[in-house]
Nanobody, 128 residues
Framework: QVQLVESGGGSVQAGGSLRLSCAAS????????MGWFRQAPGKEREGVAA????????YYADSVKGRFTISQDSAKNALSLQMNSLKPEDTAMYYC?????????????????????WGRGTQVTVSS
């Protein structure tokens, strides 16, 4: 049974940091295109970052480049998102997702519809 479980969300002040984790079970994340998405109230779900380590692919949304870092620990079968210099506009529910590895080569990494498996999310709130 495929399962993704996020953790690490919370409330921080602007300029602070958080590290999100996603524990995967039922499949090997190193064989998939793994992504982090976020969704704020009233807004569409947007791609934040994606990674496919076997193909050496890492992607970031322009809004988080230089502040967020995506990584994965294949031994633990876990995905992480280190978030630094957080801004109030980063406030959202953050989701971990898995897609076929081709998504990380097709230019579609940020399209939520391309991802087959999703976690339930973890809330990040950044206050000014």
């Amino acid at each position: 049974q495929v399962q993704l479980v996020e953790s690490g969300g919370g409330s921080v002040q602007a300029g602070g940091s958080l590290r999100l984790s996603c524990a995967a079970s039922g499949f090997s994340i190193s064989a998939y295109c793994m992504g982090w998405f976020r969704q704020a109230p009233g807004k569409e779900r947007e791609g934040v970052a994606a990674i496919y380590t076997r193909g050496g692919r890492i992607y970031y949304a322009d809004s988080v480049k230089g502040r967020f870092t995506i990584s994965q620990d294949s031994a633990k079968n876990a995905l992480s998102l280190q978030m630094n210099s957080l801004k109030p506009e980063d406030t959202a529910m953050y989701y971990c997702a898995a897609a076929d590895r081709d998504v990380c080569f097709s230019g579609s990494w940020s399209r939520a519809a391309k991802y087959a498996y999703w976690g339930r999310g973890t809330q990040v709130t950044v206050s000014s």
